[in-house]
């Protein structure tokens, strides 16, 4: 099982970035894919999940209608899509995929590198 995060950069904030979980190996609509962050000094904290069961979505309430997460399975990648993106954003992204969805990071067993995003005036 293999993830690879990408998409992160230099954003002004009010911007938008979109972020890309790819998989290789497998077969990304098995899984429950949640995407996390961690700033520097902070521990990581779970921003969104969707469910492989029926592509329900969870997001922590700091991002809630301000990031979207979602599949494409033709490309076996999962998206989050950032908009008005604030300075308290800036972390790297992570994107780990589990059985069951979840926030909490130690749920989850498979993680990709992560891809940082700054958020920066």
């Known amino acids: 099982v293999q993830l690879q995060a990408s998409g992160g950069g230099l954003v002004q904030p009010g911007g938008s970035l979109r972020l890309s979980c790819a998989a290789s190996?497998?077969?990304?609509?098995?899984?429950?894919i949640g995407w996390f962050r961690q700033a520097p000094g902070k521990e990581r904290e779970g921003i969104s999940c969707?469910?492989?069961?029926?592509?329900?979505?969870y997001y922590k309430d700091s991002v809630k209608g301000r990031f979207t997460i979602f599949r494409d399975n033709a490309k076996n990648t999962v998206y989050l899509q950032m908009n008005s993106l604030k300075l308290e954003d800036t972390a790297v992204y992570y994107c780990?995929?589990?059985?069951?969805?979840?926030?909490?990071?130690?749920?989850?067993?498979?993680w990709g590198q992560g891809t940082l995003v700054t958020v920066s005036s």
């Open positions: 780990a995929a589990d059985l069951y969805c979840s926030l909490v990071a130690g749920s989850f067993d498979s």
């Open positions: 190996g497998f077969t990304l609509d098995y899984y429950a």
């Open positions: 969707i469910s492989n069961v029926d592509d329900t979505t």
